[in-house]
C-alpha cells in the first residue's frame, strides 16, 4: 500500500509530473493522489509514471516502481 508513503516521480510521458514529490494520500485503481510540499493535491495517473517510494525504514534505499505495474487497486495486487 503507498497510502503514507513520499514518493517521487523519476519519469513521465507528461512532462508536467517530472520530479513531482509528495506525501501519497489517496489511491484508486488507475490513480494516485499526493500532497506536495506546497500542500496542493495532485493526481497522478500509474500508466505513465515511474516513481520512488521511500521506505519505512531510514537506512533502506527507496524502491523504484514502474507504475505500471501498480495498477489497481491495493486489495487487487495481494490477491494476485
Known amino acids: 500500500m503507498l497510502i503514507g508513503r513520499e514518493i517521487e516521480v523519476l519519469a513521465s510521458r507528461d512532462k508536467s509530473m517530472l520530479n513531482l514529490k509528495g506525501l501519497v494520500i489517496d489511491e484508486t485503481k488507475n ?29 533502506e534505499k527507496a524502491l523504484i516502481i514502474e507504475g505500471s505495474k501498480l495498477i489497481g487497486t491495493p486489495a487487487e495486487r495481494i490477491k494476485g
Open 31 to 59: 490513480m494516485l493522489v499526493v500532497v506536495t510540499p506546497l500542500e496542493r493535491q495532485v493526481k497522478i495517473p500509474k500508466s505513465i509514471i515511474t516513481l520512488s517510494v521511500s521506505n519505512r525504514r531510514r537506512n
